[in-house]
């Protein structure tokens, strides 16, 4: 199990009082402005329903005088007030669906402002690694003239999310990578063949100079790079693992006609020069891992199959935070809760009773629970008597 960063335990305690419960209050706001725009379109459809029922009922009222009076010359009149009937609802509706859909729009727009702070909320939050992970991995993929660059984590609980990083930051994925950017004159063994002439093999060499790097991914212990040319529709992949002081590496040529491991073969595998492509292949790892500090935004969060951001089921992605960090959030609040006084922002972040209290009061009903995750239950009830 990895944790990238020690995060100080108060700083993190109020990271998450801050960060993590605005983005609870965000979604519940979200939620409201979710119903009340579920209410605003059906009193839009009920009333536009009512206006146009308004044209045959007066058209119902108009039947039952001709057909009461009897007199064949109110006939003409009917038509004349119905049609005139018909233009002014026409014109009615016109001014009607635009002043019911700028309600709809503007209830819109404060739902989705509500879901982007309680999404830039969690990013936050998430950006500095707080969590310990189990698992992460950097994807790079060249795609319509540039690299995209995913940094994705799994953390305890079947939690994954991840973030979009920026390439522009490392220069030499600004654009299309070729390897003579980095290092020149590599030549690669590509086939195997034989001669007339002698019996020793002889190894057909591919200059890698204009290949350009394809694809990336980069774990703790793994590097996979992949190299092409479109021009002959041909790759190479480099297999990178290291292990303590020792790095493995395999290399695979691919074409149209057959795929070979260079590597499995000794005429060929004594044919590479391994130290060229070390030095390669270490530029592209550290330039991968430079990448995790600069996070574009969270594209993709996963908590047992739900889509969060999706969802906006952030309180479920609360309880589990908390449950992940529970150890180290008790140990901190309840030092404070022992404290004799309030303890000073400059030395431990701020994290006092007063704001702990305040913080979890925004959450309503469930300020007892995330109260028990924390370490302290009954800490509102007590802390509100004494108010």
Not at 152 to 160: A, G, N, R, V
Not at 247 to 253: G, M
Not at 293 to 308: C, F, G, N, P, Q
Not at 327 to 338: A, C, F, K, S, W
């Amino acid at each position: 199990m990895e944790s990238r960063n020690t995060v100080e335990g108060a700083k993190l305690t109020r990271q998450v009082l801050t960060e993590l419960v605005d983005a609870v209050v965000n979604s519940d706001r979200a939620a409201d402005c979710s119903a009340e725009l579920t209410d605003l379109q059906k009193r839009m459809e009920e009333s536009i329903r009512r206006e146009r029922g308004i044209y045959d009922k007066i058209a119902e009222v108009l039947d039952t005088y001709a057909k009461e009076e009897g007199m064949d010359q109110f006939a003409m009149y009917r038509d004349s007030i119905l049609d005139h009937t018909r233009a002014s609802l026409q014109g009615y509706e016109e001014k009607l669906i635009p002043a019911l859909r700028a309600g709809i729009d503007s209830k819109t727009q404060e739902m989705n402002s509500y879901r982007a702070k309680s999404t830039k909320a969690i990013e936050a939050f998430l950006s500095r690694e707080p969590l310990p992970l189990l698992e992460w991995e950097i994807r790079l993929k060249y795609v319509e003239g540039g690299y995209e660059t995913r940094y994705i984590c799994t953390s305890q609980h079947d939690l994954q999310y991840e973030f979009l990083l920026n390439s522009s930051e490392v220069e030499f994925l600004k654009s299309k990578m070729e390897v003579d950017t980095l290092v020149k004159g590599i030549k690669l063994p590509a086939r195997i063949g034989k001669t007339w002439v002698s019996k020793d093999p002889v190894i057909d060499f591919e200059k890698l100079d204009h290949y350009f790097l394809s694809s990336a991914v980069l774990s703790p212990t793994n590097l996979v790079l992949t190299f092409s040319n479109d021009e002959t529709d041909s790759s190479y992949t480099f297999h990178s693992s290291v292990s303590e002081d020792s790095h493995f590496l395999e290399i695979e040529y691919r074409d149209q006609m057959q795929t070979v491991n260079i590597t499995s073969q000794p005429a060929m595998n004594s044919a590479v020069n391994r130290g060229v492509l070390i030095s390669l292949i270490s530029q592209i790892r550290v330039a991968m891992l430079y990448l995790r500090d600069h996070k574009l935004r969270l594209s993709r969060l996963i908590l047992r199959e739900t889509d969060i951001l999706a969802t906006m089921k952030v309180t479920d992605l609360f309880y589990t935070i908390l449950e992940i960090l529970s150890p180290l959030i008790t140990q901190e609040v309840t030092g404070v809760m022992g404290s004799s006084q309030e303890i000073d922002d400059s030395e431990q972040g701020g994290l006092t009773r007063n704001f702990i209290y305040q913080r979890l009061s925004l959450l309503g009903d469930r300020s007892n629970t995330v109260a028990s995750f924390m370490g302290i239950p009954g800490f509102m009830d007590t802390m509100s008597k004494s108010q």
